[in-house]
């Protein structure tokens, strides 16, 4: 975040013209090398530009130049001598009106770089109306740019929005197209801070595309776009983005290039590509290197080559800079236990198990922030102590290292942050499950594999996530429920399930993740993708994830008997109820069981005593909305009759449709009042933002967007919550935390359950069955079964609807059975 908003105000620019054809000649040449970002040879010039009016310092031509001198001193951060230069006074006179305005904006400028965001917005209101007033139009799109920098940093995002907003139209009426690359430049990076990475994606490839805009600031729209895509977790798009913006750097300044070099390296390695991203760090630490000003780069750079020979075993390599890393790090600096735990690791591999728990315990010893390499040295511990048979000591030291994880999660403010969080530390659960699966403690793997999941859902629901809820809660919910709950853990050297039912626990072992997820794709294909019966044929990859995953269990469960699955990983993506069962009589799973989802089984330890359906006057209808312009939601054509059913479920629902059905009217009629909510609409998925999901509403005065982060952070109590739309269970699944989308969100927000669905739809037989669905609410149905009477329904009467593509797309997710 901080290079890119220094590349941001990098672009901030000179204005105004010199007076004599010499100096005229000299300031616009320094000016354009200083937009480009060659600030070496804009200070030569500037210099020369200094020399060329030093008989009239206190003329016009002077000042000029000396402002413009300021301006390098600011994106330098050499604050002293642009304080220096900012103390002095200007002389009077009109001609000098453009320079007082731009004074006033370099003072705003300086007070930003101070982190004085406050005093800077007064300074630049200042410096605005100097600029109207000498009819300096640059120095006004200048003020913008920070003043809409300053407003949204201090969260004023209506402000700053309207400011950024006012220069990009200006300035594109303007033609001006150096000014319209900084304001779209600008309100990108605003809304990636309000977390609308798809909407700062609008603005940055905009300012990307823009044609009469120098190299330099095209690399700076690319670089923040690649930041974008890298925080929506679109790698491939990042590095297609940092790889133009490294090329476009190459030719500038050498701090730009070698940090672009670097950020495209790290970017490889935590993607697993280690080569690649090795390369890239060897290239930018060979720039880094010998300049002092980048030695703190360096050493970044060096560390970061040490872990990734390590993850490689290439341990001479690893030792030999782990070795350069040391020799560059500041005296005293936090940043030594990266590489006192590299050295540890170096150890290990090398077989020197003493000189590497010495050095585990000295990294444990030094006071730092970030929680991984703490995390990595317990790990390591751990590791030490199951090679010398200390079973005990290596499940605490598992223990210390994930507290320390959990511990940091929970006090992310973002919840996008806390999802993607423990991405980094799966390895350390599934490292720690298998050892207790190696020692058969089946029960406190079973506990551990549950404690990293839906945390961050868990919060919102009130289940304390600090400690790990004891198996025999599960048990407790098992026999209260009647129903058999299993959970499933995938990793990279074998998987594990457990079935919990009433008398007790069981444990099965499964194929790695490698041999499950790619069933699961073609299995998704077959059905979703070809539309294919797979119960008219044996041999598909369903019948080989039955065997799998099911089969283990079958013989625990009655018929019809509620089940439970807590899926992981690619699994969340698979409704278990499509899988083919062979037997006597070929048919699909959902004919032996009532089946629900659920994101952990310690939220349904901590879910309250079931309650009674709210009543028909608690329930909230909309949907059949009136069409957006936009080609990718065309009309649902039986929409409006499935407004009318589920309405007429519910003879005193409040119904919101047509042009009335606007996010707006959602959040007016005040959902936490109603114990049903029903949506029949299109939805957005978004697979690289989950919380960017939306239903696709009515437009109102902002949009016709209903965003899954609003959803979430809003509250509910509802009994049951349908969204009748395309992918609204989710598009991406987060290690431990599951699949993350609008059935996530609405969890979240408290509702008990929500029926979702897992791909695209098809709207006449969504339809149908959600007219069953709510028939059988009507009736009394518990809702579990009224979706799986509904499924039935569809599978029972033949045809084309028979085939899962139809009804399987729905599943039923529960916070309580």
């Known amino acids: 975040?901080?290079?890119?908003?220094?590349?941001?105000?990098?672009?901030?620019?000179?204005?105004?013209?010199?007076?004599?054809?010499?100096?005229?000649?000299?300031?616009?040449?320094?000016?354009?090398?200083?937009?480009?970002?060659?600030?070496?040879?804009?200070?030569?010039?500037?210099?020369?530009?200094?020399?060329?009016?030093?008989?009239?310092?206190?003329?016009?031509?002077?000042?000029?130049?000396?402002?413009?001198?300021?301006?390098?001193?600011?994106?330098?951060?050499?604050?002293?001598?642009?304080?220096?230069?900012?103390?002095?006074?200007?002389?009077?006179?009109?001609?000098?009106?453009?320079?007082?305005?731009?004074?006033?904006?370099?003072?705003g400028q300086l007070q930003i770089v101070e982190g004085q965001l406050g005093p800077a917005i007064g300074t630049l209101n200042a410096a605005e109306r100097l600029a109207h007033e000498a009819g300096a139009t640059d120095v006004f799109f200048d003020v913008l740019a920070l003043r809409g920098q300053a407003e949204v940093r201090l969260g004023h995002w209506d402000d700053g929005r309207t400011s950024l907003s006012t220069l990009i139209d200006q300035a594109g009426h303007r033609a001006d197209d150096y000014h319209l690359a900084l304001g779209l430049i600008n309100l990108g990076r605003a809304y990636v801070g309000l977390d609308r990475h798809d909407q700062a994606l609008t603005y940055l490839k905009t300012a990307v595309d823009l044609t009469h805009v120098t190299m330099r600031i095209r690399s700076v729209a690319l670089y923040n776009a690649g930041i974008c895509y890298t925080r929506l977790g679109d790698f491939d798009r990042a590095l297609t983005m940092q790889q133009q913006a490294a090329q476009a750097s190459e030719p500038g300044p050498k701090v730009f290039f070698e940090q672009a070099l670097g950020e495209l390296g790290t970017t490889y390695l935590y993607k697993g590509e280690l080569q690649q991203g090795t390369k890239y760090l060897e290239r930018a630490l060979g720039v880094a290197i010998g300049d002092p000003s980048m030695r703190r780069d360096a050493q970044l750079w060096a560390n970061y080559l040490a872990w990734a020979y390590i993850q490689q075993g290439a341990w001479d390599d690893a030792e030999r800079l782990s070795r350069q890393s040391?020799?560059?790090?500041?005296?005293?600096?936090?940043?030594?236990?990266?590489?006192?735990?590299?050295?540890?690791?170096?150890?290990?591999?090398?077989?020197?198990?003493?000189?590497?728990?010495?050095?585990?315990?000295?990294?444990?010893?030094?006071?730092?922030?970030?929680?991984?390499?703490?995390?990595?040295?317990?790990?390591?511990?751990?590791?030490?102590?199951?090679?010398?048979?200390?079973?005990?000591?290596?499940?605490?030291?598992?223990?210390?290292?994930?507290?320390?994880?959990?511990?940091?999660?929970?006090?992310?403010?973002?919840?996008?942050?806390?999802?993607?969080?423990?991405?980094?530390?799966?390895?350390?659960?599934?490292?720690?499950?298998?050892?207790?699966?190696?020692?058969?403690?089946?029960?406190?793997?079973?506990?551990?594999?549950?404690?990293?999941?839906?945390?961050?859902?868990?919060?919102?629901q009130g289940v304390e996530n600090r400690g790990r809820t004891p198996a025999r809660e599960f048990q407790r919910v098992a026999r209260q429920s009647g129903s058999t709950l299993i959970l499933y853990s995938l990793g990279p050297k074998q998987s594990n399930a457990w079935a919990v039912t009433a008398t007790g626990i069981e444990h099965a072992s499964l194929p790695r993740a490698s041999e499950i997820v790619p069933l699961v794709r073609d299995y998704q294909q077959m059905i979703v993708a070809s539309s294919a019966d797979p119960i008219a044929s044996k041999g598909t990859p369903g019948d080989a994830l039955y065997s799998m995953l099911v089969a283990p269990?079958?013989?625990?469960?009655?018929?019809?008997?509620?089940?439970?699955?807590?899926?992981?990983?690619?699994?969340?993506?698979?409704?278990?109820?499509?899988?083919?069962?062979?037997?006597?009589?070929?048919?699909?799973?959902?004919?032996?069981?009532?089946?629900?989802?659920?994101?952990?089984?310690?939220?349904?330890?901590?879910?309250?005593?079931?309650?009674?359906?709210?009543?028909?006057?608690?329930?909230?209808?909309?949907?059949?909305?009136?069409?957006?312009?936009?080609?990718?939601?065309?009309?649902?054509?039986?929409?409006?009759?499935?407004?009318?059913?589920?309405?007429?479920?519910?003879?005193?629902?409040?119904?919101?449709?047509?042009?009335?059905?606007?996010?707006?009217?959602?959040?007016?009629?005040?959902?936490?009042?109603?114990?049903?909510?029903?949506?029949?609409?299109?939805?957005?998925?978004?697979?690289?933002?989950?919380?960017?999901?939306?239903?696709?509403?009515?437009?109102?005065?902002?949009?016709?967007?209903?965003?899954?982060?609003?959803?979430?952070?809003?509250?509910?109590?509802?009994?049951?919550?349908?969204?009748?739309?395309?992918?609204t269970a989710g598009d991406r699944a987060y290690s431990g935390e599951g699949l993350v989308g609008f059935a996530w969100a609405f969890l979240r927000a408290g509702a008990r359950r929500v029926l979702a669905g897992l791909w695209d739809v098809d709207d006449r037989s969504t339809s149908e069955l959600?007219?069953?669905?709510?028939?059988?609410?009507?009736?009394?149905?518990?809702?579990?079964?009224?979706?799986?009477?509904?499924?039935?329904?569809?599978?029972?009467?033949?045809?084309?609807?028979?085939?899962?593509?139809?009804?399987?797309?729905?599943?039923?997710?529960?916070?309580?059975?």
């Open 553 to 727: 269990f079958a013989r625990l469960l009655g018929p019809g008997a509620p089940v439970v699955i807590v899926p992981d990983a690619a699994l969340s993506q698979l409704n278990f109820e499509t899988l083919p069962v062979d037997g006597p009589r070929r048919h699909y799973w959902i004919e032996d069981v009532k089946m629900m989802v659920a994101p952990s089984l310690g939220i349904l330890a901590a879910a309250p005593a079931p309650r009674a359906a709210a009543g028909p006057q608690q329930a909230l209808v909309i949907g059949d909305p009136a069409t957006p312009d936009d080609p990718h939601f065309p009309p649902l054509r039986y929409a409006a009759a499935e407004v009318s059913a589920v309405a007429a479920a519910f003879p005193n629902a409040t119904v919101r449709r047509g042009a009335s059905a606007t996010p707006q009217a959602f959040r007016d009629a005040h959902p936490e009042r109603f114990g049903f909510i029903h949506f029949t609409a299109h939805a957005s998925a978004n697979k690289e933002s989950p919380l960017d999901s939306a239903v696709i509403l009515s437009p109102d005065a902002n949009g016709y967007k209903l965003y899954a982060r609003d959803v979430a952070e809003g509250r509910l109590d509802a009994h049951l919550v349908t969204i009748s739309a395309c992918r």
């Open 1 to 107: 975040m901080r290079r890119a908003a220094l590349a941001a105000l990098l672009l901030l620019g000179a204005c105004q013209r010199a007076s004599t054809p010499d100096a005229n000649r000299l300031f616009e040449a320094a000016t354009d090398q200083f937009r480009h970002g060659e600030l070496a040879e804009a200070r030569k010039l500037t210099m020369q530009g200094i020399d060329l009016t030093s008989s009239n310092p206190s003329s016009v031509d002077a000042w000029r130049f000396r402002l413009l001198s300021t301006e390098i001193h600011l994106v330098l951060r050499e604050k002293d001598e642009a304080r220096s230069i900012l103390r002095e006074s200007l002389p009077d006179g009109a001609s000098f009106a453009p320079l007082r305005a731009k004074k006033q904006c370099l003072e």
């Open 326 to 460: 040391r020799s560059l790090r500041e005296p005293d600096s936090a940043d030594v236990i990266y590489d006192t735990v590299n050295d540890a690791a170096i150890a290990q591999g090398r077989g020197r198990l003493n000189d590497a728990a010495k050095l585990y315990g000295s990294a444990l010893a030094v006071r730092a922030t970030d929680p991984f390499p703490i995390a990595d040295a317990y790990v390591g511990l751990a590791r030490l102590d199951l090679a010398k048979g200390r079973t005990a000591q290596a499940a605490a030291h598992f223990e210390s290292a994930l507290e320390v994880i959990e511990r940091t999660q929970s006090t992310l403010i973002k919840t996008d942050y806390q999802l993607t969080y423990l991405t980094r530390g799966a390895g350390l659960y599934s490292e720690y499950i298998d050892t207790l699966v190696g020692q058969r403690q089946f029960d406190r793997a079973l506990e551990i594999a549950d404690s990293s999941r839906a945390r961050v859902l868990g919060e919102r």
């Open 770 to 817: 959600m007219t069953q669905v709510y028939a059988g609410l009507a009736r009394g149905d518990t809702p579990a079964s009224a979706v799986r009477s509904a499924k039935l329904t569809l599978l029972a009467g033949g045809g084309v609807t028979a085939k899962p593509y139809y009804w399987g797309p729905f599943e039923l997710i529960v916070a309580t059975p």
